[in-house]
T-cell receptor, first 110, second 112 residues
Framework: KQEVTQIPAALSVPEGENLVLNCSFT??????LQWFRQDPGKGLTSLLL?????REQTSGRLNASLDKSSGRSTLYIAASQPGDSATYLC?????????FGTGTSLTVIP | DAGVTQSPTHLIKTRGQQVTLRCSPI?????VSWYQQVLGQGPQFIFQ???????GRGNFPDRFSARQFPNYSSELNVNALLLGDSALYLC???????????FGSGTRLTVV
């Protein structure tokens, strides 16, 4: 069974800092990997999708990478802002099921 | 374009009752999947449907069932509700395997 771990579970940083969120999965047989943001009590907002043939994706201040051989993905957030405060979830797609991590709760302090 | 829409947004039910949750995918998306998210945890996969056929089922009891209609909308049914069924139920749609998933805002179910 695929298990997805996210480290750290919680992170608090001052505004402007660059940060890295980590995601690891036990089974490298995933197809795509997607990073989401979730605000309290809300649904999931897609941030970045790394498709099966890709290793990296960038959108604005966000960059995500995927290394299937090691079973790891990282989400890099540059110049963090208070509006980035949320829970960040990674999810591996096996083709017919998404396996989610438990998330990293990020707080950016003004 | 409308995103993935779910109804109702909030629901309170009593133990033992039955509930039906609804999801309308993004236009053109033929695959719908359902997830349960308990407070403080990541979403857990319940079902996936593609072209009205079940393509995947997570580790949930038979009290959970779902179906997909010809217009690709979907319903999730939960019978004999337990307190532990209280959660945020999320629906996601995708046009296909290489396109990622778009999630709705969820239905918050509270069982009392």
């Amino acid at each position: 069974k695929q298990e997805v771990t996210q480290i750290p579970a919680a992170l608090s940083v001052p505004e402007g800092e660059n940060l890295v969120l980590n995601c690891s999965f036990t089974d490298s047989a995933i197809y795509n990997l997607q990073w989401f943001r979730q605000d309290p009590g809300k649904g999931l907002t897609s941030l970045l999708l790394i498709q099966s043939s890709q290793r990296e994706q960038t959108s604005g201040r966000l960059n995500a990478s995927l290394d299937k051989s090691s079973g790891r993905s990282t989400l890099y957030i540059a110049a963090s802002q208070p509006g980035d405060s949320a829970t960040y979830l990674c999810a591996g797609d096996t083709g017919n099921q998404f396996y989610f991590g438990t998330g990293t709760s990020l707080t950016v302090i003004p | 374009d409308a995103g993935v829409t779910q109804s109702p947004t909030h629901l309170i039910k009593t133990r033992g009752q039955q509930v039906t949750l609804r999801c309308s995918p993004i236009s053109g998306h033929k695959s719908v999947s359902w997830y349960q998210q308990v407070l403080g945890q990541g979403p857990q996969f319940i079902f996936q449907y593609y072209e009205k056929e079940e393509r995947g089922r997570g580790n949930f009891p038979d009290r959970f069932s779902a179906r997909q209609f010809p217009n690709y909308s979907s319903e999730l049914n939960v019978n004999a509700l337990l307190l532990g069924d209280s959660a945020l139920y999320l629906c996601a749609s995708t046009p296909g395997i290489d396109y990622g998933y778009t999630f709705g805002s969820g239905t918050r179910l509270t069982v009392v």
